[in-house]
């Protein structure tokens, strides 16, 4: 099997790694910079609780050097698709399967759901631009339960987890589901198939929903923004809202926010993905985790003062600091 991992940065890298020395897979990168260097100087890389994991990898920055894959995985930062997407045709044939291992709400999330006024969100896909360079029935969702960072380009620090679930956006078992089930666990991950892979999307953006952008803005660890009061409440307001907004879309939330919250907090001192992003200087994901669900809200006349006040807050700070176009 033919397999291309699309941004080779923590998820991507992590991915990439398990794959090349867990399974026969012909396993391939499309990078670029820094990351495309150390692909090709050093291979994948991992470090788990100090040991270092290394295998060889076959990288380029261009897709038509790596040709048709049977599994393209895309595990870039959300803002970067849109001027990726048109590229990545040469990997695309008519049987690839495309699998989005990104955070928040896809470009796709939309696609089939009944009486959903308006098509493509534009806060993910604006113009639609990735909607026709990736074919709605050629995906596979995803969701990642994983924590890792990158300590150098092409380093992947492994932190915890190694927990995936996947599931077709139309819902149900596939053969294609059990394909990739197969090879995912041969590389050492914990793999679900998933009947209603929005649910579980939806599940775990709204645990980041608050987090992320909160623990951007103030710098605070989790621990920190569940310690204070006021603002453990203002993250309680929008996971309702949030949990409002899920139902009208048939991803109900059945556990209370302060449940989620004590889940939260075993984390302890944890960084948020957008937090150290925010660190780095690196551009953060405001649209995919707080817009696509402030857009929702709009499109489906819900109220949600919490979520767009959330939203805005997050979006100015991003601008202010260079972190947001």
């Known amino acids: 099997m033919k397999v291309c991992i699309v941004g080779a940065g923590a998820i991507g890298g992590l991915i990439g790694a398990s794959l090349a020395g867990g399974t026969n897979a012909d396993v391939c990168a499309l990078a670029r910079g820094k990351t495309l260097q150390a692909l090709r100087e050093h291979g994948w890389r991992v470090r788990h609780d100090g040991a270092l994991r290394q295998y060889p990898a076959r990288a380029a920055d261009n897709a038509a050097a790596l040709g048709v894959q049977d599994v393209v995985i895309i595990a870039v930062k959300g803002p970067a698709l849109t001027g990726l997407a048109p590229t990545l045709a040469p990997l695309i044939g008519g049987s690839t399967v495309v699998v989005p291992a990104m955070n928040g709400v896809p470009w796709w999330f939309c696609d089939g759901l009944q009486d959903f006024p308006g098509g493509a969100l534009e806060s993910v896909d604006p113009g639609g631009v990735i ?108 996971m309702q809202e949030a949990a409002e907004i899920g139902g009208r879309i048939g991803c109900n939330i059945d556990q209370s926010p302060e449940d989620r919250h004590v889940v939260t907090a075993k984390l302890g001192a944890f960084k948020t993905s957008m937090l150290q992003d925010a660190e780095a200087g690196r551009a953060i994901e405001i649209d995919a985790i707080v817009g696509a669900v402030h857009e929702i809200a709009l499109r489906l006349n819900v109220p949600a003062p919490g979520v767009a006040a959330l939203y805005g807050l997050t979006r100015l700070f991003g601008r202010v600091h260079g972190l947001y176009a």
């Not at 198939?193 to 709204?206: A, C, N």
């Not at 992320?212 to 203002?234: H, M, Y």
Request: one cysteine or more; a neutral charge; charged letters at 20%.
């Open 131 to 238: 909607a026709r360079a990736i074919p709605y029935t050629q995906v596979i969702g995803c969701v990642v339960h994983a924590s890792a960072s990158t300590s150098a380009p092409g380093l992947v620090e492994h932190k915890m987890g190694k927990g995936l679930i996947i599931g077709e956006p139309a819902r149900g078992a596939s053969e294609r589901t059990s394909a990739l089930h197969k090879l995912l666990g041969q590389a050492g991950f914990d793999v679900s198939v998933s009947q209603d892979i929005r649910q579980d999307i939806w599940y775990k953006l709204w645990g980041n929903l608050t987090m992320n952008p909160v623990s951007a803005i103030t710098g605070a660890t989790t621990d920190k923004v569940l310690e204070d009061p006021l603002v453990r409440q203002f993250c309680t307001t929008i």
